[in-house]
């Protein structure tokens, strides 16, 4: 555990020697999960860290959970590390990726996601539109499939994206799109779903609210950055969020998620919900 650490920081820290603009967000998560669900409340504790130029912008994330079952003393922990490199060029980009997760979660155990994207834009007048697509690939190591038989479990994702940006004369928006096929290999299933996010800039404010629907199993959210290693099915997720800056350097943002799954443990249909509280500084 120690070594993961310490690679993961000399691998962020030695590729920004040179970096020109830096951000360092620490977070907080409140989960509440359905009073049906095998689990009771919990957190997730972490840190995201960025850092580049106009050439390149490396990120780092981390986080601990401490969630708590209703009828076991004992807790699921997990600790999620996240490291992405993007090269830029004049009107696209590249992106490999890493998203690595030990657990004491014995459904699923220790596994990693690898990421490659491609991103490309373009600019009419003030309007910028950027389009791309990422591939994943997840393997645990030693997990159950939905036979309850121990093997290797190994899923890919391919997503793609769209988005739209348009600045107004007191505010700008950015609308995006995401689409996800799911190719789960060990389950021998296929899954589709979306994303629709929309973003308002205005002054010092900013007010997010996101949609996720389809069918999502042991999938990928937010360019690999959320790795969703259960075999939980989403089928809906609604999230609002709300930053401010209280200065150019500083900002705070809260934000209020709600989860339609169907919770493979317990065989029930939950609706969860979690609070989430972060600080973003920006150097």
């Known amino acids: 555990m120690k070594l993961r650490v310490i690679f993961f920081f000399v691998l962020f820290f030695s590729v920004n020697l040179f970096a020109e603009l830096s951000v360092v967000s620490p977070f907080s998560v409140i989960t509440q999960p359905d009073s049906n669900s095998i689990k009771n409340s919990g957190t997730i504790n972490g840190v995201y860290l960025s850092s580049g130029t106009l050439a390149y912008l490396s990120e780092f994330s981390y986080s601990y959970s401490d969630l708590r079952y209703k009828e076991s003393t004992t807790n699921l922990e997990q600790n999620d590390f996240y490291f992405s490199y993007s090269r830029y060029f004049f009107n696209h980009s590249y992106k490999i990726a890493l998203h690595t997760i030990a657990t004491s979660d014995t459904n699923l155990q220790n596994g990693s996601t690898f990421i490659i994207g491609y991103s490309r834009w373009n600019y009419f007048g003030t309007t910028k539109l950027t389009y791309g697509i990422d591939f994943y690939h997840s393997f645990y190591t030693n997990g159950l499939d939905l036979n309850e038989e121990k093997k290797a ?34 389950y021998n299933k296929n ?4 994303s629709l996010k929309n973003i308002v800039y205005y002054k010092k404010v900013s007010l997010e609210l996101g949609y996720f629907g389809g069918k999502m199993q042991t999938g990928v959210m937010d360019g690999g950055a959320t790795v969703y290693n259960s075999k939980d099915m989403l089928h809906k997720k609604i999230q609002a969020k709300v930053s401010y800056s209280i200065i150019p350097s500083l900002k705070i943002n809260t934000a209020y998620s709600s989860t339609l799954l169907d919770e493979y443990l317990s065989k029930k249909s939950l609706n969860n919900a979690a609070i989430t509280f972060g600080i973003v500084y920006i150097k």
């Open 153 to 186: 479990i190994s899923l890919n994702q391919l997503t793609g994206y769209i988005s739209y940006f348009k600045p107004f004369k007191s505010i700008s928006n950015v609308l995006s799109l995401k689409v996800n096929y799911e190719n789960a290999l060990t």
């Open 191 to 194: 899954y589709f779903s979306f």
